[in-house]
T-cell receptor, first 114, second 112 residues
Framework: DSGVTQTPKHLITATGQRVTLRCSPR?????VYWYQQSLDQGLQFLIQ???????AKGNILERFSAQQFPDLHSELNLSSLELGDSALYFC?????????????FGPGTRLLVL | GQQLNQSPQSMFIQEGEDVSMNCTSS?????WLWYKQDPGEGPVLLIA?????ELTSNGRLTAQFGITRKDSFLNISASIPSDVGIYFC????????????FGKGTKLSVKP
């Protein structure tokens, strides 16, 4: 158990819909990262938040957005869903100190868009 | 953009065999991480490397941060059935603000 929690574990929805994925980082970790894992693309970095502020953006679509709340949990919002958005979505957290850059992953949310 | 080449893509092991896999990058990294992922689960950190030349062990696993800072390898000695899974390397370059780039993984399976 990495200490990172994600809900829900599974999500089935239809094209055009909007969903919210939730992540609680490890206790004390200030940084949260979101990744998408699909069969043909591997793990792709989407976005990072540090202590409530957006820190870095990766290959995140405009239909996707995220935020980190004062209690440090984070939500990833996916809207106007398409079939190709079906994937595993992982959240990871790290302390974000100069020497400890390791990211610990949650169990993921499996999204299926029908 | 930055790319990570991880090889082999897949391999079959027999219990007791030693296993080796590696990753090479197109740019210099200052961090290399090795993760294992079981089906339906999140990646689990195995070993973290922060300095060129660093050799670190975690039980039967040994990983090294290449001297050129563009490669890393992971060795598993005396493999056991529970070693089966997908192994990912991940790296971070200076100035990448914490973003990790992942290799496409090495899938370890048991020989029939």
């Amino acid at each position: 158990d990495s200490g990172v929690t994600q809900t829900p574990k599974h999500l089935i929805t239809a094209t055009g819909q909007r969903v919210t994925l939730r992540c609680s980082p490890r206790s004390g970790d200030l940084s949260v990262y979101w990744y998408q894992q699909s069969l043909d693309q591997g793990l792709q970095f989407l976005i990072q938040y540090y202590n409530g502020e957006e820190r870095a953006k990766g290959n995140i679509l405009e239909r996707f957005s995220a935020q980190q709340f004062p209690d440090l949990h984070s939500e990833l919002n996916l809207s106007s869903l398409e079939l190709g958005d079906s994937a595993l979505y992982f959240c990871a957290s790290s302390p974000q100190t100069r020497t400890q850059e390791t990211q610990y992953f949650g169990p993921g949310t499996r999204l299926l868009v029908l | 953009g930055q790319q990570l080449n991880q090889s082999p893509q897949s391999m079959f092991i027999q219990e007791g065999e030693d296993v080796s896999m590696n990753c090479t990058s197109s740019s210099i990294f200052n961090t290399w991480l090795w993760y294992k992922q079981d089906p339906g689960e999140g990646p689990v950190l195995l070993i973290a490397l922060y300095k060129a030349g660093e050799l670190t062990s975690n039980g039967r696993l040994t990983a090294q941060f290449g001297i050129t800072r563009k490669d890393s390898f992971l060795n598993i000695s005396a493999s056991i059935p529970s070693d089966v899974g997908i192994y990912f390397c991940a790296g971070r370059s200076r100035g990448s603000q914490g973003n990790l780039i992942f290799g496409k993984g090495t899938k370890l399976s048991v020989k029939p």
